[in-house]
């Protein structure tokens, strides 16, 4: 049987949750590439970082701060941790107004394993669009589906093309479901 993996979205269906905003260094600025946190690749931090909190209201285990930037609390830390260390890079945060600790969960690999032929709809930049530097790169993925031959032994990536999607092994849906951690929405893929 092969082996399934999801999409790790941040539920926002959630009434009277909280939403994060850009991670900040200490002065208070928008760190200076907030993309870096999901590109699929470690990143270096010189310093620690801060999330503002935009709308107060319920913590949560997982969210999706400022440029689908995904911050955790401690216990779903440790469930990444126990079953995907080699796969994930933590950088402490603090969220304003809120005892942590909390993390910024970097996902350290990025696979190439989209497959277009199975999911919903592929766009990909084209001459015509403007953009000479992205031609052939994916514009809009809907549905997506991945080809889990493809996937080795990551537990959790990002997907070359389309890094938004940030994906965990069916092993780590299962353990953050045990924990009953809040904030996390699973679409298979």
């Not at 503002?52 to 440790?78: I, K, M, N, W």
């Not at 933590?90 to 809120?98: C, D, I, L, S, T």
Request: glycine share 8%; hydrophobic share 40%; with cysteine.
């Amino acid at each position: 049987m092969p082996r399934r993996y999801f999409r790790l979205l941040d539920d926002v269906s959630i009434p009277g949750r909280w939403e994060l905003g850009t991670p900040q260094d200490a002065q208070g600025h928008e760190v200076d590439d907030p993309w870096m946190f999901r590109e699929g690749r470690p990143v270096h931090v010189a310093e620690r970082l801060q999330v503002p909190v935009e709308h107060p209201g319920t913590p949560l285990d997982f969210s999706l701060a400022g440029f689908s930037t995904p911050v955790v609390r401690a216990p779903v830390a440790a469930v990444f941790s126990a079953q995907a260390a080699q796969d994930v890079q933590w950088v402490p945060v603090e969220v304003a107004g809120h005892p942590g600790p909390y993390s910024i969960l970097v996902a350290r690999r990025l696979v190439r394993c989209i497959d277009d032929a199975a999911s919903t709809e592929v766009i990909l930049w084209a001459p015509e669009d403007g953009r000479p530097e992205r031609v052939g790169q994916y514009r809009d993925v809907d549905g997506m589906r991945i080809d889990p031959g493809l996937v080795g032994d990551a537990q959790v990536f990002r997907t070359w093309g389309w890094s938004i999607a940030l994906i965990v092994s069916e092993d780590l849906k299962e353990a953050l479901e045990r924990i009953h951690a809040t904030g996390v929405r699973f679409t298979e893929v």
